[in-house]
């Protein structure tokens, strides 16, 4: 794992620029399970973790939404029963910045830390 999940979120203040096509594809390995969308002509950053039950679904949900207020970042979250969907963005800047990779590592810390047996 890259060191994003020790990374603190930086302040975005609107009117800065979303990271380039290029900067995105410099942190896209660093988060290898996250897939790039494009929504509503902003680029995001999305992945679907599979859990055994809703209970420990909505765990993961708790402990990413956890974070988001420790870091001032918030996601799109979608619970569903053995599944969690996450997808990351700067609402202020309609796209990509840093803190959507950094937050992105550190939903996947958290995955790891529910999964330890899991990971291959």
Known sequence: ??????????ACRGGEQPLTRAEIEDYLPQ???WKLERQ??????ERSFRFPDFSRALEFTNR??????KEGHHPSILTEWGRVTVSW????IRGLHR????MAAKSEKAYRELHPVEQG
């Open 99 to 102: 803190n959507d990779f950094i």
């Open 40 to 45: 509503n002509g902003s680029f995001r950053i």
């Open 31 to 33: 988060v290898p399970d």
């Open 64 to 69: 990413v939404g956890a974070l988001a207020e």
């Open 89 to 92: 963005w700067t609402h202020k």
């Open 1 to 10: 794992m890259s060191s994003l999940d020790i990374m603190r979120c930086t």
